[in-house]
């Protein structure tokens, strides 16, 4: 084994291209959801929020507040939202701030 280590490190042998390039499987990674405001209902709404396991989702008034920095990306939502939602495909999140990764999706039809 010390002889593979010791070669790596001479020749620079890495495991993956990653930043240069992302591999090929990492579009199987589970991704946050994207929402569509124009199918977000009120009742789909409490829904939702009653089914994130991590309290990602909450909703205020006629919004749906995601918390990227709180969804593990179960994929429970997804289940639940139907077409109202699609998997991000955005595996790297990265912010400044924490108020970046969070979300406010607007409810089309709150009161429904």
Known sequence: ???????????????????????????LL???????????TGS????LVATCPSNALVREGGYLVLDLGACSACGRCLVVAGAAARPSGVFELAATSRQQL??????DRPDE
């Open 1 to 27: 084994m010390a002889f593979w280590f010791l070669r790596g490190l001479r020749k620079g042998v890495v495991t993956t291209r990653y930043p240069v390039e992302v591999d090929p499987w990492a579009v």
């Open 44 to 47: 789909l709404a409490e829904r």
């Open 102 to 107: 969070v979300k406010r999706i607007p409810i």
């Open 30 to 40: 589970p991704t946050p959801p994207v929402f569509d405001p124009r199918r977000l």
